[in-house]
């Protein structure tokens, strides 16, 4: 693990593997030992890595997987793994664009005997000028002003309301990682937002062979040769 502690960028990673040997962890498959992150570790290194509370997490999610294997949603998984962990207090962090969906997931947490607290992506109504975008830079330039996803803020509110866990409805790419960021209360994503996919992002990766073959050369095509 020194190279990557060095935080040196390897050629061969995890990505490039392919044999999903660490699974049944078949040292006989795996990629040798300067690039197989099991063969070059210490299983000791990754399990000081987990708190009590890490390993009850883990313990939950793995339970979880293994009861409603390939025949629950992500959002009956996500319900099971609440209920699981005793969390009863639920927070939604979403998007104003996905309100109706938000009605409908606190209504269906309620309807399973959860508390549910929410906050919408506008809350506070922050304008963008706070964060320096102009006017021409706004969604709609013709206004006078355009009102900023407030991440922060939304983590702030489901936090201070005592959320036992936070759930993630279509968060921009980027809120998100405010969100998840200034959260107190352990998060979950139930989707990510993609205008352009039905919010169904991995889409784009099953098309990029295909008909999205574009995204091969996304930010050079974007941003220029540079990538500026
Ligand atoms: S840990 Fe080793 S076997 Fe597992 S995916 Fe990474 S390189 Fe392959």
């Given at each position: 693990m020194e190279d990557i502690k060095n935080g040196s960028t390897r050629k061969f990673t995890c990505a490039d593997c392919?044999?999903?040997?660490c699974e049944p962890a078949d040292v006989s498959k795996m990629p040798s030992a300067d690039v197989c992150l099991t063969r070059m570790s210490d299983p000791e290194q990754f399990k000081a890595l987990y708190s009590d509370e890490d390993k009850e997490i883990a313990l939950n999610a793995a339970r979880t997987e293994s009861q409603g294997y390939c025949r629950w949603t992500r959002l009956e998984e996500t319900m099971a793994f609440a209920y699981r962990m005793g969390y009863h207090r639920i927070g939604i962090g979403f998007c104003v664009g996905l309100s109706e969906e938000a009605r409908k997931l606190a209504q269906i947490l309620r309807d399973n005997g959860f508390e549910v607290e929410a906050a919408a992506c506008k809350c506070g109504s922050v304008p963008k000028s706070f964060i320096g975008i102009t006017r021409e830079e706004q969604?709609?330039?013709?206004?006078?002003f355009e009102i900023m996803c407030n991440p922060a803020g939304q983590a702030e509110v489901l936090s201070a309301a005592g959320c036992d866990l936070c759930i993630i409805l279509g968060l921009c790419v980027g809120h998100d990682t405010l969100f998840i960021r200034h959260c107190s209360a352990p998060v979950t994503v139930l989707t990510g937002k993609d205008r352009v996919m039905g919010h169904n992002p991995i889409a784009a990766i099953y098309q990029s062979d295909s008909y999205l073959k574009r995204v091969h050369s996304f930010i050079r095509d974007t941003f220029g040769e540079k990538g500026q």
């Open positions: 392919g044999t999903k040997a969604l709609h330039p013709d206004r006078d």
